[in-house]
Nanobody, 123 residues
Framework: QVQLVESGGGLVQAGGSLRLSCAASGLTFSSYAMGWFRQAPGREREFVCAVNWRGDTTYYADSVKGRFTISRETAKNTVYLQMNSLKTEDTAFYYC????????????????WGQGTQVTVSS
């Protein structure tokens, strides 16, 4: 009974910041790589960022590199996505995902998914 629950989404003006959280339960959090993906209307789900099970290796899509930061807090079984300098093109439904072993940029590699949270960036 694995659950991933995202929170922190909302409406923000371009240039602003949001911090998304993904609380995991039902799994050994420290044994899982975690990732963030997003999907906008009319577009395919795309990779945003990921962190390996150790928390010492991260991966970012070019579109968010330098603006977004993924991190994990083992004590809270939570992964975060700090989103700065937001752009209207960042508007999407954001999902966190979990997989065993190493991190991946491919959605199909992730076994568990959260319900998602909406991020809307206005101009």
């Amino acid at each position: 009974q694995v659950q991933l629950v995202e929170s922190g989404g909302g409406l923000v003006q371009a240039g602003g910041s949001l911090r998304l959280s993904c609380a995991a339960s039902g799994l050994t959090f420290s044994s899982y790589a975690m990732g963030w993906f997003r999907q906008a209307p009319g577009r395919e789900r795309e990779f945003v960022c990921a962190v390996n099970w150790r928390g010492d290796t991260t991966y970012y899509a070019d579109s968010v590199k330098g603006r977004f930061t993924i991190s994990r807090e083992t004590a809270k079984n939570t992964v975060y996505l700090q989103m700065n300098s937001l752009k209207t093109e960042d508007t999407a439904f954001y999902y966190c995902a979990a997989r065993q072993r190493s991190a991946s940029t491919f959605a199909n590699d992730y076994r568990y998914w959260g319900q998602g949270t909406q991020v809307t960036v206005s101009s």
